[in-house]
């Protein structure tokens, strides 16, 4: 059955129908990286401000570029251009992930043991 | 000699495609890492380490690496012969959709890692539902991932199909696997933003 479903798949969902399909998932991954990699700078600024640390404004700067690049999408006219357009979003949203990650990773571990400690205490 | 020397490392030399994917895959893998560090630290469990989790992750990404390269020397080799289209299609074709896969893998078990790390706190649970629904959908996936690998082998080397309906079954996985990113991704954003506000709101309450 999945063999036939396969087969009929090959025969109707041609390159425009791929690219339409690409367009639409790719605002939906898009949107949630913007929101996930904003949550999560506002979670490692929340932390690093209890030990009286901040988040340089340059990193939400960054994020702001990457968003302002994702409309670019819906009108890049081949699949190639489409690519490379996604891969500078991409290249910018992971490159401010692992600097985050790399340049506060281990304040942010230290304080969620706090945190957490702390809140064990507090539960009855 | 210096030209077919040239020639012979220009033959190495993955893709474009294949580069970004691997970056990407690189940096995901990080992400995985990192997560599940923090998990560990925070449930202090001292018996398991994460060094040959870490270890397995970079055998495997250095071995993605070497396929890379191996591919495209293949892929120059090949482009010559009879059914040397065909090949370099299947080749090509097979390493992108294992590339998708890892990264719907990669990024359900980051989901797995941040359900674990939000359960840690207290006035988060451990999302039951949630958790089921992340282990169904991976091998759920992967049963369908192996499956149409079999399919492809078929149909790659029995000439059952033509190159462009190949390339179109191909693009069909690979949007599979995009609806499969969406998912995670959001419900990573959706926990990360309850995790914050849990945050803000205990803040609060200690001011």
């Known amino acids: 059955m999945m063999k036939h479903l396969l087969l009929g798949i090959s025969r109707t969902f041609d390159y425009h129908a791929y690219m339409r399909l690409t367009r639409i998932q790719a605002i939906f991954w898009s949107l949630a990286d913007i929101i996930m990699i904003l949550v999560f700078l506002r979670i490692v600024e929340l932390l690093l401000r209890k030990k009286g640390g901040r988040l340089s404004v340059w990193r939400y700067f960054f994020l702001l570029i990457s968003a302002l690049m994702t409309p670019m999408l819906l009108k890049a006219g081949s699949s190639r251009s489409f690519f490379l357009t996604e891969a500078a979003i991409f290249t910018i949203q992971y490159l401010l992930l692992i600097y985050t990650l790399i340049r506060d990773g281990r304040s942010v571990l230290d304080i969620l043991i706090l945190y957490r400690s702390g809140e064990r205490e507090e539960d009855p | ?207």
């Open chain 2, 1 to 207: 000699m210096l030209d077919e020397l040239f020639r012979s490392i220009i033959d190495f030399v993955p893709s474009l495609t294949q580069v970004m994917g691997l970056s990407w895959l690189f940096a995901e893998g990080f992400c995985l890492v990192y997560v599940r560090w923090i998990y560990l630290r925070l449930e202090s469990s001292p018996g398991r380490s994460n060094r040959f989790f870490l270890l397995f992750c970079v055998m495997i990404f250095i071995s993605l690496v070497g396929i890379s390269f191996f591919i495209a020397f293949l892929s120059h080799q090949q482009l010559g012969l009879t059914g040397g289209k065909r090949v370099v299609l299947y080749l090509n074709s097979t390493f992108w959709r294992f590339l998708c896969a890892a990264w719907v893998v990669v990024e359900g078990l980051i989901l797995w890692y941040i359900i674990r790390i939000t359960a840690l706190f207290p006035g988060h649970g451990a999302s039951p539902v949630l958790s089921a629904t992340v282990i169904l959908s991976l091998s759920g996936f992967l049963m369908f991932y192996l499956y149409f690998e079999y399919l492809f082998g078929l149909f790659s080397f029995q000439d059952v199909l033509g190159l462009s309906k190949l390339v179109n079954l191909s693009r069909f996985f690979i949007k599979i696997s995009g609806f499969m990113w969406i998912f995670y991704e959001w419900a990573v954003a959706i926990k990360g933003l309850q995790f914050l506000r849990f945050l803000r709101a205990s803040a609060r309450e200690r001011i």
